[in-house]
Structure formats: C-alpha cells, structure tokens
C-alpha cells in the first residue's frame, strides 16, 4: 500500500527538467506579452502623430473625376501643403459644399481676368501661357468680362476646361483665402507617377 502511495506521488510531482521547461515557457510568454504590448504602443502613436501631421500641415487627398486632367487623373493620392500665401499656377485644395476640390490659381486678389471665347485667358491684360491645358474652353462660364478678382480670394480654373466647374460660374465664383486648405505639392500615387508639383 505504501509502495502505491509512493508510486501515485511519483507520478504527479513533475520533474526538475519539466519544471525548468515550464518556468522557460511561462517567462517566454511574459516577455512575448510585453513586447507586443510597446509594439502596439508604439504603433498606436506613430498612427496618431501621422494623423496629426496629415490634419494639421499635409493633408492627403485622392483624386476623383477628371476636372484636373491632365494634370491629375482620377484615383491619384496627393499631398497638400498648408499655406496662405499661393501665386498663380499653383493647384489649390478648397472646400466647397462640404467637399474639397483642387483647382488651378489663375489669378489673384486685385488682379483682373479677362476670357475670350476661344479660352484664352488673360490676367491684367497679359495672355496667360497655360502649358498645363491641353484644350482651351470657355466652358461653363456666366461672368462678365473684365471681372476683377475680390480681395482675400482666389480666382480658380480647372486643367480640363471644358469639363470643370470653377470661378468662371458664379455658383462657385472666387475661392476665399480662409476655405483654401493648401496648396498640391507631392504625388504619392500610384508610385509610377510619384513626383513633386
């Protein structure tokens, strides 16, 4: 009876070596806890700081529809710069009705626009040189000419003129300084088209 008692306690008390396997694998899962707890820390506040970073001075932006073309075509990631100062031929980021849309400073406060009906354009009675248009359009224009831009604001054209919609109608007009969120200077994709503006 004795030699089975001692038997039955042999059997269930685990060895030195299970007992050094079993310290090894518990210590294993503290430390693998541990690290996966600062990974996600880590990642945690990498994802707020890009956020932050994206809010506040690079907001990113995906290209929809071709009012920009062929400048920018749809689907494309782009970057904007925050500012308050833009010339003429940068490609602005605005919001309007809730949505933002890029388009092209044409003119800016102060400065008069005049279009013809071939599309040309002229600011201050110079005619633009406009390499970045590939067809020149009236387009959707209500406006009359000589039209003086207002102060604090921005007188904006899409690349494709006969297909955007932009200061030449009234509905949207001249884009104040205080909706302008930045100023298009990076091309993030696809990666074939990466480059600075």
């Keep these: 009876m004795d030699q089975n008692r ?4 042999d059997l269930n008390v685990p ?22 707890k600062g990974t996600v820390s880590v990642l945690i506040v990498v994802a707020a700081v890009a956020v932050l970073i ?7 932006l995906q290209i929809s529809g071709d009012s920009m073309s062929p ?5 494309e990631i782009v970057v904007l710069f925050k500012s308050s100062n833009f010339e003429r031929g940068d490609v602005i980021g ?5 949505k933002i ?17 071939e599309g040309n354009v002229y600011v201050n009675a110079r005619l633009l040189e406009e390499d970045y ?3 020149k359009s009236l387009g959707d224009c209500d406006l009359e000419f000589p039209y003086t831009v207002p102060e604090e604001s921005y007188f904006v054209m899409g690349d ?18 205080d909706q302008v969120i930045g100023r298009v200077f990076l091309r993030v994709w696809p990666l074939n088209s990466f480059d600075f503006i």
Excluded: H, W
């Design 71 to 75: 400048t920018f075509k749809d689907g």
């Design 54 to 60: 994206a809010t506040l001075f690079l907001p990113i």
């Design 133 to 135: 248009v590939s067809e």
């Design 6 to 9: 001692e038997q039955d306690r």
């Design 101 to 117: 849309l890029l388009k092209r400073v044409i003119a800016c406060p102060g400065d008069t626009v005049v279009i013809d009906g």
């Design 160 to 177: 494709r003129r006969s297909n955007s919609v932009d200061s030449r109608n009234t509905a949207i007009g001249c884009i104040p300084k």
């Design 15 to 36: 060895s030195l070596e299970e007992i050094n396997k079993e310290r090894k694998r518990i210590r294993r899962g503290f430390y693998y806890r541990k690290a996966m």
């Design 94 to 98: 605005f919001y309007y009705q809730g």
